[in-house]
């Protein structure tokens, strides 16, 4: 009969552990009307409707997305979590100023 090894799990001195992340919390959730998405001059990868919808939940649920990490590589450009995909910033009453990085 054959004999496996198994490997062992190495435990993990705290020298090799991740540190904390620090998370900001999220920017209030506007309920408002919505101001028009940006025009952009490429396909939209899914119909306009789908796509209204996703930028109003990220509008009305940045507690939800952002604590959603990216994986499209826009970190490296500034983005913290995936509502940063959607919208560039609020002005004070909340009302966003969209990001078209979301729509490509």
Same mark, same amino acid.
């Given at each position: 009969?054959?004999?496996? #090894?198994?490997?062992?799990? @190495?435990?993990? @001195?705290?020298?090799?552990?991740? =540190?904390?992340?620090? &998370?900001?919390? =999220? ?7 919505? =101001?028009?998405? =940006? ?15 996703v930028?109003? &939940?990220?509008?009305r ?6 604590? #959603?990490?990216? &994986? ?14 959607f ?7 909340g ?10």
């Open positions: 009969m054959e004999q496996r #090894v198994v490997p062992q799990a @190495t435990p993990q @001195t705290s020298a090799s552990v991740d =540190p904390v992340v620090q &998370f900001t919390p =999220p920017p209030p959730a506007y309920n408002g009307p919505l =101001p028009p998405l =940006p025009q952009v001059s490429y396909p939209l990868p899914r119909s306009p409707e789908i796509v209204r919808s930028f109003a &939940f990220a509008a649920h940045p507690e939800v997305l952002h604590y #959603v990490p990216c &994986f499209c590589g826009c970190q490296r450009s500034g983005h913290k979590g995936n509502d940063d995909c919208i560039k910033s609020r002005d004070a009453k009302v966003p100023e969209w990001e078209s990085h979301g729509m490509g």
